[in-house]
């Protein structure tokens, strides 16, 4: 999908807490074909981070760019992300949130 004039992509940014190490690992290692799907990528995906003022929620911060918010939408609630949900479920809590970001300029 290519992004028109103005669009504004939007970002789904993740604090994540790992209590299944091994089926974490298991969930990381495959759900990334669902986000193609939806034109969805990562841009941030790390345990090493600083809080520069107050605290943050969680041992990993993940950070996805996708072309609109009902492209999240659409990921999140899919048939194919379905089992990687669950599986994120079992071993792991997470705060999600989703925002806009800024209007891209045609290039």
Do not use: C
């Not at 504004?8 to 790992?18: F, G, L, T």
């Not at 600083?50 to 918010?69: C, K, L, N, T």
């Amino acid at each position: 999908m290519l992004l028109g004039v103005n669009a504004v992509p939007s970002y789904s940014i993740v604090a994540v807490s790992v209590n299944d190490t091994e089926t974490f690992q298991k969930y990381v290692d495959g759900h990334q074909g669902t986000l193609d799907k939806y034109n969805g990528r990562f841009l941030v995906a790390s345990p090493d981070f600083e809080a520069i003022e107050g605290s943050w929620p969680g041992q990993i911060v993940v950070v996805h760019e996708w072309p609109d918010r009902d492209s999240f939408h659409r990921w999140y609630d899919s048939d194919e992300y379905a089992p990687w949900k669950k599986m994120r479920f079992s071993s792991a809590t997470a705060n999600v949130i989703l925002v806009d970001g800024l209007p891209i300029d045609p290039v």
